[in-house]
């Protein structure tokens, strides 16, 4: 049973950080494309940042610059490292999985994480 655990939100200032970190258990963590997306209140689900097993990184415009995706396949853990939070940061922030075996893709999501920035 694959399963995604996010931790690490919650409510931070305007100009904060928070790290985002989401636990995968029952893939091979090591070959899958990781990333996070996020839902803010009324819109739709939108990404935030990917990174592959090669450890190529792709983000959002809107969070470049101040977001890092980060993985330590030795934990089977990827991290979101979300600097200069502005309040349009505000969102549900989900951890994805996605491997493409040349037949079919693989795609789970965690159960996400409310971040607030609020001051």
């Known amino acids: 049973q694959v399963q995604l655990v996010e931790s690490g939100g919650g409510l931070v200032q305007p100009g904060g950080s928070l790290r985002l970190s989401c636990a995968a258990s029952?893939?091979?963590?090591?070959?899958?494309?990781m990333g996070w997306y996020r839902q803010p209140p009324g819109k739709t689900r939108e990404l935030v940042a990917t990174i592959t097993s090669g450890r190529s990184t792709n983000y959002g415009d809107s969070v470049k610059g101040r977001f890092t995706i980060s993985r330590d396949n030795a934990k089977n853990t990827v991290y979101l490292q979300m600097n200069s939070l502005k309040p349009e940061d505000t969102a549900v922030y989900y951890c994805?999985?996605?491997?493409?075996?040349?037949?079919?893709?693989?795609?789970?999501w965690g159960q996400g994480t409310q971040v607030t920035v609020s001051s």
């Open positions: 994805n999985a996605r491997l493409f075996n040349g037949i079919r893709t693989y795609d789970y």
């Open positions: 029952g893939i091979i963590f090591s070959i899958y494309t």
